[in-house]
């Protein structure tokens, strides 16, 4: 690996760019739709997820702020290299995994903003070339990725703002809210609903997957990390309390597009176009994290001897175009699977353990966090994060949890075979842990 120069690496806007524009994707999309029939259970659930997930990030942010070489660094120096490889691994999937369903969610949300809509099979290739088109923009390195992030996020966040400011408007005026659905306050209730908002909320973790592209990471790494989860967490409890007060529940579980329907109710047809585009953006945005955070786990991996070598080479800029383009063809291999219907429900099941998947990550920085011996009261939090993490393990089902330990199992026979097949002198070696460098963003 060659030194970068700061210039080129991501500054603090730009990797908590990186942070929102990976969780606001398409799981906000129509979560409204989910949310709505669960009435209060929903706003407690967010109250839930937010605190467990900002716990989880919490724990994240501890382990991350020792350097900026990428998550499997830092699990090393904690957990060791065979934990490290198996956590990278399993995220390294459910990134990729996740890449195929935003591809396609991004071209069928962009088929809702266009006249007569797109059959299945043309949002099938569109969202090959959106896959194909972001992987070209990540070639140009890394603060080309976060100057994309800045630019979604800033748009994929106007119609979650406009539901809440027509609910603002609502309430200022003295008009009546809608009724809020009147589903019983449970246990098993807030559960489901976790379930969904946990969903929604995955996705911080991406500041810790670049490798060595991320100035002063002591600093920037953790502030990107929290403030990213604060800030969609509170704008996600926000917007979908909002469509819920202004439009029926009824009406919500109907809607494809909640929030251009919420807002096309209140301000006419070419708002709420504008909304179902700023949707399609949103989870265009986070595809394009996703070919990134891709690209990087699988380069840290070749690195280390873990994958095949051709994937660890990189350019004068430090992109793994390699390991990018590998990433990227095996998430158009499963659109192009999901193509044909029968193929259907495998593809939602992969997402589903993709989820899974990530989760393993989370116990697995938190654990980490914990060797660092922190303080009482970081401690503290590290465990409200490993008691979350337990019950969205429960919300994720068994099948996807006991499917999530076989590709972890699949991913430690593959580093096996690879540590046997690349030579010592073809495995370029692995960064050692350098100073931070750069000055603040």
Known sequence: MTELDPKQMMGRWMTTALVIGGMIGAGIVLLPVSLAPLGYNAVIAWVVSGTGVLALAYALALTARQDGQGIQAYLERLLGPTIAFAITWSFWVSVWVGNAAMGVAAAGALSLALPGGL??????????????????????????????????????????????????????????????????????????????????????ENATAPVDKVRNPNRTIPFAILAGVAFVAILYLLCTTAISLVMPVDAVMASRAPFASAIGGEWGMIPALLAAFAMAVSAFGCLSVGVMIAGELGYSMALRGDLPSVLARADRKETPIVSQVFASALAIGLILANMDQSTVGLFNFLILLGTSATLWLYVAGAIAALRTRPAPLSMAVIAVGLLFAGFAFYGAGMKADLWSIVLIAIGLAVRMVMRRLNSPAAIPPAAAPAAPRGSSA
């Open 119 to 204: 059959s299945d099979q043309s949002i099938a290739y569109l969202a090959i070339a959106m896959v194909v088109f972001l992987a070209i923009v990540n070639a140009f390195g890394a603060r080309a990725t976060g100057g994309t992030a800045i630019i979604t996020v800033l748009i994929k966040i106007l119609p979650l703002v406009g539901v809440v400011v027509i609910a603002a408007l609502r309430g200022a005026n003295g008009h009546p809210f809608e009724a809020i659905a009147p589903l019983p306050i449970t246990f098993d209730n807030i559960a489901t609903a976790s379930a969904f908002t946990l969903f929604a909320l995955l996705g911080f």
